[in-house]
């Protein structure tokens, strides 16, 4: 069990993006953010208070949480210092990194000296089987993306919200490290080995009632050169029933990779539909999500009725205007 309130910790991030699992906090657990810890050359703010450790446990603060996911995941040992002033404040300390908190000796022995908890949420907490492939009762929509790190987690959350407003029976499926730390489970599915990772998202999510939708978060990119393995994982895991497409506008090429140019939504459209006939024949593209947080209001206005004018399909920015659209799109 992770303890609340936490302190997000954003340490020297490049870029906001770079502290998306501080945001993805601070978005939907906003009454377990307390408050946020930035190291000298930080690009990243949350809007939170600036609180040292020590202040942050004075105000309540349970745990220090590592809000940056960098590339690789690993823990800088300039973070190091502060994290150990965390456990010696009384915080428990989580992260969900790839370099996990138990393979850094100092602060293992720090946590030993005071009592506290290490938590590695990146750690699969289940020895999942190989996938079957066998088709079960129950819907699931997955959201899929042009790249990394474009909003298909804020999508499924916000379409999870707002089916269970609307008294529909639905379930956010978290497959990463924010999800994860937002609803306290999950499958960290870039940390399961490859054969089992399609088996774990049948395992996420099993067979359920005829009219229950799963909204399974989605990963990487299948035009992504580092991480279409774990998309490819979560279409044929996942079975989904209905995909939608999530874009980010501004961006100028794939995230990490500068050499690529972000793939059309249409290209993303065929090539999706394409891997996820081969386990549900069925499936279909059910709306388009567009991340307008780089836009003003009317630009991603404009954007948004282009988009749909080109597409045929609704949409929409769900956190910005809501994802009803989206839901509507299911029925």
């Not at 993006?17 to 377990?32: S, Y």
């Not at 908190?101 to 030993?112: F, N, Q, T």
């Not at 793939?263 to 386990?279: F, G, H, K, N, W």
């Not at 709306?287 to 045929?312: F, K, M, P, Q, Y």
């Amino acid at each position: 069990m992770i303890e609340g309130p936490y302190l997000l910790f954003l340490g020297d991030a490049a870029d906001p993006l770079a502290a998306k699992v501080a945001q993805g906090i601070r978005d939907w657990r906003p009454d377990a953010a307390l408050g946020q810890y930035r190291m000298q050359g930080c690009n990243a703010d949350m809007g939170l208070p600036d609180m040292t450790p020590a202040e942050a446990a004075a105000k309540g603060a349970r745990t220090m949480v590592v809000g940056v996911a960098n590339r690789g995941g690993v823990i800088s040992p300039a973070w190091v210092e502060v994290l150990s002033q965390a456990l010696e404040a009384g915080m428990d300390l989580a992260s969900g990194l790839h370099n996990l908190l138990r393979d850094e000796p100092e602060l293992v022995a720090v946590a030993m000296k005071t009592g506290r908890a290490l938590h590695d949420v990146r750690v699969p907490p289940h020895r999942y089987p190989i996938a079957t492939g066998r088709r079960r009762p129950g819907k699931r929509c997955l959201a899929v993306g042009t790249d990394c790190s474009v909003g298909k987690m804020y999508t499924a959350l916000a379409m999870e919200r707002e089916m269970r407003a609307r008294g529909m029976k639905a379930t956010f499926r978290a497959t990463g490290q924010t999800g994860i730390l937002i609803t306290g489970g999950g499958v960290p599915l870039d940390a399961v080995v490859a054969d089992f990772m399609a088996g774990s998202i049948e395992a996420l999510s099993p067979a359920n009632d005829a009219d229950h939708w799963d909204l399974i978060e989605g990963q990487g990119s299948l035009f992504h050169a580092s991480y279409s393995g774990v998309t490819l994982a979560l279409i044929h895991g996942g079975q989904p029933d209905a995909l939608v497409l999530c874009h980010e506008p501004t961006r100028t090429h794939m995230r990490g990779l500068p050499e690529y140019t972000l793939p059309s939504l249409e290209a993303l459209r065929d090539l999706a539909l394409d891997m996820a006939r081969i386990v549900n024949p069925e499936v279909r593209v059910s709306g388009v999500s567009i991340n307008t947080a780089g836009l003003d209001a009317g630009a991603a206005e404009r954007l948004l009725r282009e988009t749909e004018a080109r597409l045929g399909l609704p949409t929409t920015d769900p956190f910005r205007h809501g994802a009803g659209r989206l839901v509507d799109a299911l029925a």
